[in-house]
């Protein structure tokens, strides 16, 4: 009865339906019933626990796992076929295990209605046919009657009622099911008809549709073939003036341009380089031809090209990072600036400047490849027709093509149009679609399709909203244009020019880009940086003849398409005053400009400038200047310059021209005394006296350590001796401790130039030495008492220890039976013994506790420095070699020579002895002195090692208990 109407085609058909085989219902459902049956186990463990294991195993490891399986296999193929039967199985599964849980406690009325749920929900909520559902439901029912009379062997009233109960409950569900799926046909066979109907019509609509749109295809074709005429002649238009503007930059550009190919051993280390290609500056620069050098290496070409050349460009190549330097090629005998950066892995680029001369300017750099591939053949036209309910979509021949497919196979489904584009275009479209679908607006989009085949294409496609006559609208028609030739001409053209953008954008050298009539173009990012821009957008459009900077006559040689190459001082603060564009720098640089006009077939198309900041280049080459021509410590000019003055006034008969000499007395004593810094302090003080005496027309100049020379134009010998006579006095308020600066100073004035420079220093010389020697030796003897005088008064105990010293030697002199004029030098010498203590720190001779190693090294140079001290004059230079050796050991250990015995000198064998018992006896701040006793055991005790043994002797017992002691 309920297959009437249906054959085995439409029963296959009503079978696989939604009312069947809907899997997202099913496991739903099935997931309600496992939850429920997982809940109701709360119920085993309040009621029966004693038996709580066997139920758990019945629920969870039996029951739920079935029906878990149910869920699990509407995800797979099977489930079309199957699932009458897993469902009906599930059914059963889940009563049977409530009709087990019955069997084993019957008086739980709770399972009974456990069981009444499962009947139910099987015949009216699992989507069972009548008979899988009826099979399945008496299945349970009969397990529950035999598994009772099993286990119970008895029919108890409430066995049989439940029995009762349970069957009426299955023929309810037979009944449900039997009324539920005799709809279910009837709607199915209603709704098949009706979609037989809906199609005739539609198919009947479609035909004269097709008529339609024929001739508005043949209409829009036309359209759009003008349209692709249109805009291939523009890209070629385009394409043919890019590259006339490529060959203009890199022709004429004055700098040198080369790529290179790096090459690398398998270490990858650098090890030659290849030549890709070169501009005709590159050739002009080098001397090499382009004919002999492109696709060799540069050791094919230059074989003692330096490996320092291969090794930095290597670099480059390897890290990506510009480099920027100057050096000298052995291979072509010149120096180059080089500028150099990879324009990609494995390449470098070099911007070269031939910088022998200094005076050429960086010239246009290199752009020499080919430009972009002319305009490909005409695109092809396609039109389409989407109908906005059915989703159907007709296209034309030529749009089958377009897309790679077969005209004569019906289009793909709209459903399935999203795999003709890439996921971005999809979206785009999609969304116009909608658009125009709901609103009625028009669009028109590129596109990025996949072809049948899997290549990708470019598609132009515009497309409008079609309405009835009650205005609804009913369909999107439009037209399709294959432009993928034109979309990778359009990328080709952009990577070339990215190309050639990136290899300016790069280097390190400023370069700016004006049009004809001077108005700015473009500028790298050295140049934003050089110039400080702070909205380098705002550039476009600046006029380079206005720039403040540039003056009249220089804009005047542009404007005649002169190149130019100068150095000008670019004033920052002035670009700010006239408002040119806004910069984060101020103040004033020099810059090095080079300024190129662009000419093809003999017209203007533009400037090239290129802008370096030479401020410090230029600023060290001042210094040098500098110090070329003057003195480091006292900013008086040199001996260099001097010469150069003499030259100068003798050339422009600066007759009578004065030469001075002057010489500092004593300069070596205060060295040795006060240290260097006080000797350049001496210097630094009469450089200052000798600027104020002369003028500024004057050369005052230092030609030696403590020799001065000064040249006066216009002079005569009155002249020269009142300046002279100025300085004489003025040196005498120059005191460095307690000494007195004097001056030996000598001059001579000349008329013509009949000697030569050298002459005249040798004539003043001797004058300046006579002068030294009528004051020289008076100085320097009054320097050393000066020294002494300095060191006793700073330090009272060495005034007292030198007095008492010189007074142990003379005692002991005269014990030696030495004669009074000797014994008046010994006693001298004993005075003078420590004069060279002045140059020792305040902190060693003052430190109350033992000294370092590195302190005790410092006291001991105290020997050496009286010496030279005492030797520096005449009427001490006898004290000399005692004041040196008077820490030398009988034994040899001594210093500062090590000297032993009689090697040592008798004067310091005796002020050895003195010195030692003095120090030892007398009281210092930070100790009491030894009593006499003491003394005389420590002197006895060294007598032979550190003491000469006679004079330790005749000192210990002829004196020290005599009353000369005492006296």
């Known amino acids: 009865m309920m297959r009437r109407g249906f054959d085995s085609s439409s029963e296959k058909e009503f079978l696989q339906s939604k009312q069947f085989t809907d899997p997202l219902y099913i496991r739903g459902i099935f997931l309600i019933f496992i939850l429920i049956y997982g809940l109701f186990g709360f119920i085993d463990l309040v009621y029966f626990p004693e038996i709580l294991n066997t139920l758990i195993m019945i629920r969870y490891a039996v029951v739920i796992p079935i029906l878990s399986l149910s869920i699990i296999l509407t995800y797979t193929k099977y489930f079309y076929k199957l699932n009458q039967f897993v469902i009906s199985f599930g059914f059963f599964t889940g009563g049977v295990g409530i009709v087990y849980m019955l069997l084993l406690k019957p008086e739980n009325i709770v399972y009974y209605g456990g069981l009444f749920m499962v009947i139910f929900s099987g015949f009216l909520l699992s989507k069972l046919r009548f008979i899988y559902a009826t099979i399945a439901g008496w299945s349970i029912l009969l397990v529950f009657i035999i598994g009772h009379l099993i286990v ?29 799926e005799k709809m279910n046909r009837k709607q199915f066979i209603h709704l098949s008809k009706i979609t037989q109907i809906n199609d005739s019509l539609q198919a009947q609509n479609e035909d004269k549709q097709n008529q339609l749109e024929r001739l508005e295809k043949s209409i829009k074709e036309n359209e759009m073939l003008k349209q692709i005429n249109l805009e291939k002649d523009s ?47 590159y050739e002009r620069l080098t001397g090499l031809k382009k004919e002999d050098i492109i696709g060799k290496t540069v050791l094919e070409i230059m074989p003692e090209t330096e490996k320092y050349w291969i090794d930095s460009f290597g670099k480059v190549a390897q890290t990506g990072n510009p480099i920027e ?50 305009s490909q053949k005409i695109a092809h036209l396609g039109t389409w027709r989407l ?18 497919f077969d005209p004569t196979i019906p289009p793909l489904p709209y459903t399935e149009h999203m795999k003709l584009f890439t996921r971005p275009s999809w979206e785009k479209l999609s969304a116009a679609l909608a658009l125009t679908s709901k609103e009625g607006v028009p669009y028109e989009l590129e596109l990025e399709t996949i072809k049948n085949d899997g290549s990708s294409g470019w598609m132009w496609v515009k497309g409008e909203a079609e309405t009835d006559e009650a205005g609804k609208i ?30 300016f954008e790069k280097s390190p050298v400023a370069i700016e880009f004006f049009d004809a009539n001077g108005r700015h173009m473009y500028a790298n990012d050295a140049a934003i940086e050089l110039f400080g821009v702070v909205y380098p957008e705002k550039l476009k459009g600046m006029e380079l003849f206005t720039n403040p900077n540039l003056n009249p006559e220089l804009v005047e040689k542009i404007a005649n398409f002169e190149h130019i190459g100068i150095e000008i001082e670019y004033d920052f603060d002035l670009v700010k005053e006239k408002n040119l564009y806004e910069t984060t720098k101020s103040g004033r640089r020099i810059l090095k400009l080079s300024i190129t006009p662009l000419i093809m077939d003999n017209k203007l198309n533009g400037y090239i400038l290129h802008s370096e900041d030479i401020t410090l280049e230029r600023q060290k080459q001042k210094e040098i200047e500098y110090l070329s021509y003057h003195d480091y410590l006292t900013n008086l000019y040199n001996r260099r310059y001097f010469v150069r003055s003499y030259h100068r006034f003798t050339t422009k008969n600066r007759y009578p021209l004065g030469i001075m000499m002057i010489d500092i007395n004593g300069l070596k004593i205060i060295n040795d005394a006060y240290g260097h810094t006080q000797g350049d302090i001496t210097i630094k003080m009469v450089s200052k006296l000798l600027m104020k005496v002369f003028g500024n027309d004057d050369v005052v100049a230092r030609i030696g350590g403590d020799e001065f020379a000064v040249l006066v134009p216009e002079t005569d010998p009155l002249k020269m001796q009142a300046y002279k006579d100025s300085i004489v006095k003025l040196t005498k308020d ?9 001056l030996a100073i000598g001059y001579d004035v000349i008329n013509d130039a009949s000697k030569d420079i050298d002459e005249l220093l040798s004539t003043a010389e001797n004058y300046l030495y006579r002068h030294k020697v009528t004051v020289g030796t008076s100085i320097r003897n009054h320097a050393i008492k000066a020294i002494l005088n300095t060191l006793t008064d700073k330090y009272q105990e060495e005034k007292i220890h030198s007095k008492r010293v010189s007074s142990f030697c003379k005692i002991i002199g005269m014990e030696l039976g030495i004669q009074q004029e000797e014994l008046d030098l010994l006693e001298l010498a004993g005075m003078y013994h420590d004069i060279g203590k002045i140059s020792i720190p305040d902190a060693i001779l003052n430190k109350p506790g033992k000294l370092t190693d590195e302190e005790y090294e410092i006291i001991k140079t105290h020997t050496l420095v009286g010496y ?23 034994d040899g250990r001594g210093y500062p020579k090590g000297l032993k015995g009689t090697e040592i000198p008798l004067f310091s064998r005796i002020i050895n002895v003195a010195d030692s018992f003095e120090a030892m006896t007398a009281d210092r701040p930070y100790r009491k002195g030894m009593s006499l006793e003491d003394a005389i055991k420590e002197i006895k005790r060294c007598s032979g090692s550190q003491f000469d043994p006679e004079i330790a002797e005749i000192f210990v017992n002829k004196i020290l208990d005599s009353n000369e002691m005492n006296n």
């Open 387 to 404: 109908n906005i309910e059915t989703k159907q979509v007709i296209w034309s021949e030529e749009l089958y093509k377009m897309y790679g």
């Open 474 to 503: 009913i369909s999107i028609s439009g037209a399709a244009q294959d432009i993928t030739e034109r979309k990778k001409l359009e990328h080709d053209l952009y990577e070339s020019n990215q190309k050639y953008v990136a290899i």
């Open 235 to 281: 890209l070629t238009e385009l394409l043919k003036k890019s590259e006339e503007q490529y060959k203009l930059l890199t022709t004429q550009m004055h700098l040198g341009l080369a790529l290179h190919e790096m090459i690398f051993n398998e270490n990858g280390e650098p090890t030659d380089y290849r030549f890709i290609n070169v501009n005709d500056s």
């Open 734 to 742: 120059i005191v460095i401790g307690n000494i007195e600066i004097s």
């Open 868 to 890: 030279q001290i005492l030797k520096a004059a005449d009427e001490y230079s006898g004290l000399a070699e005692y004041a040196l050796s008077h820490h030398e050991r009988w």
């Open 325 to 374: 330097l100057e050096n000298y090629s052995k291979s072509l005998d010149r120096y180059y600036r080089v500028s150099a950066y990879s324009p990609q892995e494995g390449q470098f680029a070099v911007i070269i400047d031939d910088i022998t001369n200094r005076k050429r300017l960086e010239e246009e750099q290199k752009l020499r490849e080919k430009d972009l591939l002319t």
């Open 152 to 180: 119970n062997q008895n029919l108890t009233n409430l066995f049989i009622y439940s029995s009762i109960f349970f069957a009426g409950a299955i023929v309810i569900g037979m009944a449900g099911t039997y009324n539920i």
